[in-house]
T-cell receptor, first 111, second 112 residues
Framework: GAGVSQSPRYKVAKRGQDVALRCDPI?????LFWYQQALGQGPEFLTY????????KSGLPSDRFFAERPEGSVSTLKIQRTQQEDSAVYLC?????????FGQGTRLTVV | RKEVEQDPGPFNVPEGATVAFNCTYS??????FFWYRQDCRKEPKLLMS???SGNEDGRFTAQLNRASQYISLLIRDSKLSDSATYLC?????????????FGKGTKLSVKP
């Protein structure tokens, strides 16, 4: 597609529920990032893929967070046993040269 | 210490004012630098890259001081539409380093 697409746009989860957030990056682009953005904060790096390889997952806040990109295109960020502190906007970005193009994000609210 | 630090503001300025934002970064190996703009409840978008020689795009001027590890953004003749959060971003290359690091952002509000 022409841009980065994320789904769902909004997700309300009960505490303890598992969620899966999807990112469709810009077609053919190698680099993909996931960020977490809490209200009033800048995007915090979570993880980075080149094609299907997860080269850096140092930003994942706990082992409840897991990301994959099995075929080097669509990526899924999974959060197990959600907690209230997981409430944030989750942003996905494709890197085109040195410019990051972001999706509109998934706003996750854990209640 | 955060790798990229910015004054969160808010900066409240009248239309027509000149405003400057500063940013410092801690990784001396950082190689590329950017300012992104983020409107409320929207995704970040690239405003401009920052080069060592300094660069200008209309009313916006960006400067980089590698020795001091300092980046700045100057906005002249502020418009109401400039109201947004400005994010300082550094890119680190090489190896498996996940490499695009954002500051917390500086909020600008331009008033009539």
């Amino acid at each position: 597609g022409a841009g980065v697409s994320q789904s769902p746009r909004y997700k309300v989860a009960k505490r303890g529920q598992d969620v899966a957030l999807r990112c469709d990056p810009i077609s053919g682009h190698v680099s993909l990032f996931w960020y977490q953005q809490a209200l009033g904060q800048g995007p915090e790096f979570l993880t980075y893929f080149q094609n299907e390889a997860q080269l850096d997952k140092s930003g994942l806040p706990s082992d409840r967070f897991f990301a994959e990109r099995p075929e080097g295109s669509v990526s899924t960020l999974k959060i197990q046993r959600t907690q209230q502190e997981d409430s944030a906007v989750y942003l996905c970005a494709s890197l085109v040269g040195t410019e990051a193009f972001f999706g509109q994000g998934t706003r996750l609210t854990v209640v | 210490r955060k790798e990229v630090e910015q004054d969160p503001g808010p900066f409240n300025v009248p239309e027509g004012a000149t405003v400057a934002f500063n940013c410092t970064y801690s990784n001396s190996a950082s190689q590329s630098f950017f300012w992104y703009r983020q409107d409320c409840r929207k995704e970040p978008k690239l405003l401009m890259s920052v080069y060592s020689s300094g660069n200008e795009d209309g009313r916006f001027t960006a400067q980089l001081n590698r020795a001091s590890q300092y980046i700045s953004l100057l906005i002249r003749d502020s418009k109401l539409s400039d109201s947004a959060t400005y994010l300082c971003v550094v890119m680190n290359y090489g190896g498996s380093q996940g490499n695009l690091i954002f500051g917390k952002g500086t909020k600008l509000s331009v008033k009539p």
